[in-house]
Nanobody, 121 residues
């Protein structure tokens, strides 16, 4: 019902920057929130940044001041600008959207396939 397509991952040296994008498509009536999560090998998936349709934002403490999340509501797209990257930022980054789709009564969570971010030291 909802497809999330991520792009922008890759390999970068420590101190470098990457910009992730995630576009949502499908039978979407409304998206209340979008966000980015990450999962490093052997670790649980964790929230990186989250933005509501009204523009409220929260970040994980580990990325505050380095990452910026933004959203284009008209395009159902969310971005993550990542600066001053560190080796510990290496992970698979997943896009999330909480969306209401046609034929549904409730919002549900949808996930992208993930994009690898690797930061070399």
């Amino acid at each position: 019902q909802v497809q999330l397509v991520e792009s922008g991952g890759g390999l970068v040296q420590a101190g470098g920057s990457l910009r992730l994008s995630c576009a949502a498509s499908g039978s979407i009536l409304s998206i209340s929130a979008m966000g980015w999560y990450r999962q490093a090998p052997g670790k649980q998936r964790e929230l990186v940044a989250h933005i509501t349709s009204g523009g409220s934002i929260n970040y994980a403490d580990s990325v505050k001041g380095r990452f910026t999340i933004s959203r284009d509501n008209a395009k159902n797209t969310v971005y993550l600008q990542m600066n001053s990257l560190k080796p510990e930022d290496t992970a698979v980054y997943y896009c999330n959207a909480r969306a209401l789709t046609s034929g549904s009564r409730y919002y549900a969570d949808y996930w992208g396939q993930g994009t690898q971010v690797t930061v070399s030291s």
